[in-house]
């Protein structure tokens, strides 16, 4: 069974970096590029950016390309995602996802239960 | 960027009804890279459908998905009381990979 274990809360100050991280079990890590989806409260998804585990290649989008930092980790089959200089706009659940197929990046298929970033 | 346009924003609906709702792209995205996503409050998104039309593993066939180009829709065919929730659309043809900003299901 597919799991994805992510930390639960992270509170922030302003200027401050987040590392948000997701523990992954039940598939082939390396295989299944990964997603980092936010949501502010009340709003809708928004997608920052995609890794594959397998080669640490990585897809941002341009909004978050100076401030994120997405990395994996094969031996522990954890991903993390870093978001640097915060401020009360990042404050947002952060869900990663794993892609639903092998063989389309950036549909996520299954999905982290989020973690709640304050600032 | 692909802007995705979700229409209606909130549709009111009966139990027992047929609900469809509708996804615009502002330009053409490819089947293979399309979504539909389900979020109940409080929980994360359930991928639904993808290749626009086929149905994620588990989803009841109550649920169906069709479009292409730059119209997608996705129809329920009768409304189950846990279906009044919020729906995404999602495109994955080309970055930044963007979501619609969603249709809430609400009882009539």
């Known amino acids: 069974q597919i799991h994805l274990v992510q930390s639960r809360l992270e509170l922030k100050k302003p200027g401050a970096s987040v590392t948000v991280s997701c523990k992954a079990s039940?598939?082939?890590?390396?295989?299944?590029?990964l997603n980092w989806v936010r949501q502010a409260p009340g709003q809708g998804l928004e997608w920052m950016g995609w890794?594959?585990?397998?080669?640490?290649?990585?897809k941002y989008a341009q909004k978050f390309q100076d401030r994120v930092t997405m990395t994996t980790d094969t031996s522990t089959t954890t991903a993390y995602m870093e978001l640097r200089s915060l401020t009360s706009d990042d404050a947002a659940i952060y869900y990663c996802?794993?892609?639903?197929?092998?063989?389309?990046?950036?549909?996520?298929?299954?999905w982290g239960q989020g973690t709640l970033v304050a600032v | 960027e692909i802007v995705l346009t979700q229409s209606p924003g909130t549709l009111s609906l009966s139990p027992g009804e047929r609900a469809i709702l509708s996804c615009r792209a502002s330009?053409?995205?490819?089947?293979?890279?399309f979504a539909w996503y389900q979020q109940t409050p409080g929980q994360a998104p359930r991928l639904l459908i993808h290749?626009?039309?086929t149905r994620a593993t588990g989803i009841p066939a109550r649920f169906s998905g069709s479009g292409s180009g730059t119209e997608f829709t996705l129809t329920i065919s009768r409304l189950e009381p846990e279906d009044f929730v919020v729906y995404y659309c999602?495109?994955?043809?080309?970055?930044?990979?963007?979501f619609g900003q969603g249709t809430k299901l609400d009882i009539k």
């Open positions: 999602q495109q994955c043809d080309e970055t930044p990979y963007t």
């Open positions: 330009q053409t995205v490819r089947d293979t890279f």
């Open positions: 290749g626009a039309s």
């Open positions: 039940g598939y082939s890590f390396q295989n299944f590029g």
């Open positions: 890794i594959s585990p397998d080669n640490g290649h990585t």
């Open positions: 996802a794993k892609d639903f197929s092998q063989y389309v990046v950036g549909l996520p298929g299954y």
